[in-house]
């Protein structure tokens, strides 16, 4: 972190003290209460990220800093601060109160139902509002307004807007003038670093014109930040951009190779997506990575607490509205991959986003991303002939949550009551002995809480049988 946390700080949702998570694309800080209804909206809705136990980029933070300093959750409060709502009895949620139903009713409403913003009078045309709003949003991102330029994407402004008449995008103007943290804001709402203007130069070509060079090295970070997380996720390494090393592709110990027919019909069935397939796949095990390391977090940082029920997990990718339910099923099926069926993904994504990049295609159809999917859950079920549980025939359900808890559960105890071999550490061995060790060290954390109480109740005793000796 680049400054630590400030006792006034409390959380966005709820007031409560000491908050230790922040929603990145709202620009808040939240508490763990509220932090495990976030996490159950989805990526989409809320990104967060634990304050101290998760690795930041510098600017990054300083930019949800800014944000929350400055007052932007009045932007997703704005009617509750008109006197008329208290009249109304619409209120805030406040620490008091359970998560279920009243936080977790007060969040949705707020950030997923957008209950509480500024709404702008209806026009016939939405879409003439919009190029308006980005409009502003072109104009905005040239000063440090950071607040301003959130609360018009919040409105509906285009991160990624083409001005028709200046020929570029926000990104660009945002280049031009070193404004880095309305980079990472606009970075965060969509905007791609790659972009080219009318002149065919790209935001990262304005920051080096100008002489802004972390701006430019950030951007070119930001432009590889998929496949950045998703090589650090399997060996704890990202490339070195500054010297023109944009792909780690992390190697799976020779035991562990998968050489089997059912792999290699899934690589190539991987290589034949046409790059916008591939592109959703990519994003979509991204986001899995996203939620198996922030569940990760969330588990070490609870200390086995109230917190950590069947009610606050997330067993799976949460429904995005917005995409097709074939889509939200196979981002659901990701979860019941184990570690070494996610790492031989994982690394096949990479290894193929290498090759993309420097210009190989081959062209294929929209049917091979169930098929990949479907290629490595068969294969999972050859494996393990004793788990019987079908696919996915449906976009999972809240009432669903339960089973699949428990199906997680059991995948996990049995990967960790696997052997281990005398050979090379593999990476489904590296992953395994990375969770035992977020479980034990929570286990710790809550050990040396109740060796803290039992001594704190034995000094109690002891002084009150020093004072029955002095009477």
């Avoid at 440090?144 to 926000?170: D, I, M, Y």
């Avoid at 014109?209 to 496949?227: M, N, S």
């Avoid at 097709?324 to 986003?353: M, P, W, Y």
């Avoid at 286990?443 to 034995?458: P, Y």
Wanted: net charge negative; hydrophobic share 35%.
């Amino acid at each position: 972190m680049s400054k630590r946390l400030r006792s006034s700080e409390v959380c966005a949702d709820c007031s409560g003290p000491d908050p230790s998570w922040a929603s990145v694309n709202r620009g808040t800080f939240i508490c763990d209460e509220c932090c495990s209804v976030h996490r159950s909206l989805g990526r989409h809705i809320s990104q967060v990220r634990h304050l101290k136990h998760t690795p930041w980029p510098p600017t990054l933070l300083q930019m949800v800093e800014t944000l929350y300093n400055n007052g932007a959750n009045s932007i997703w409060e704005h009617s509750l601060l008109d006197p008329a709502s208290i009249m109304s009895g619409r209120r805030k949620a406040n620490p008091q109160d359970k998560v279920h139903p009243n936080k977790a009713e007060f969040i949705r409403a707020k950030y997923q139902m957008l209950a509480f913003v500024h709404r702008l009078p209806c026009r016939d045309d939405d879409s003439v509002t919009a190029k308006d709003l980005s409009k502003q949003l072109h104009s905005s991102v040239r000063t440090g307004n950071l607040e301003t330029c959130l609360r018009l994407l919040s409105l509906g402004a285009q991160a990624n807007f083409f001005h028709p008449e200046k020929g570029n995008t926000p990104l660009h103007v945002a280049s031009k003038a070193g404004q880095i943290l309305q980079a990472e804001l606009l970075a965060v709402y969509g905007a791609d670093p790659g972009t080219q203007d009318s002149s065919g130069k790209t935001p990262v070509d304005y920051a080096r014109q100008g002489g802004h060079h972390e701006l430019a090295e950030r951007l070119v970070e930001i432009q590889y930040e998929l496949t950045d997380r998703l090589a650090f996720y399997l060996c704890g390494r990202k490339p070195d951009h500054k010297n023109g090393q944009h792909f780690i592709i992390p190697q799976m110990a020779d035991s562990s190779l998968d050489l089997s027919e059912l792999a290699k019909a899934a690589k190539k069935k991987l290589q034949s997506l046409s790059n916008h397939l591939f592109e959703e796949l990519a994003m979509d095990v991204y986001d899995e990575v996203d939620r198996r390391e922030t569940d990760a977090v969330w588990l070490a940082t609870q200390n086995h607490s109230a917190l950590v029920t069947e009610t606050t997990v997330v067993p799976f990718l949460p429904v995005n509205p917005e995409y097709s339910s074939t889509r939200n099923q196979g981002r659901q099926k990701l979860a019941r991959f184990n570690a070494h069926e996610f790492a031989t993904l994982v690394i096949d994504i990479l290894s193929d986003a290498k090759r993309r990049q420097q210009g190989s295609f081959l062209s294929g159809s929209k049917e091979n991303v169930e098929l990949i999917l479907k290629t490595i859950n068969n294969q999972h079920s050859v494996e393990s002939q004793d788990n019987d549980q079908p696919d996915y025939d449906s976009v999972a359900s809240d009432e669903d949550t339960d089973l699949e808890t428990t199906a997680s559960k059991a995948n996990r105890q049995k990967s960790l009551d696997s052997d281990l071999s005398d050979g090379p550490v593999t990476v489904q061995e590296f992953m395994e002995v990375k969770n035992a060790l977020v479980a034990s060290e929570a286990k710790i954390q809550q050990l040396m809480k109740v060796n803290n109480n039992l001594s704190d109740e034995l000094r109690i005793m002891q002084k009150k049988l020093l004072g029955k000796d002095a009477n």
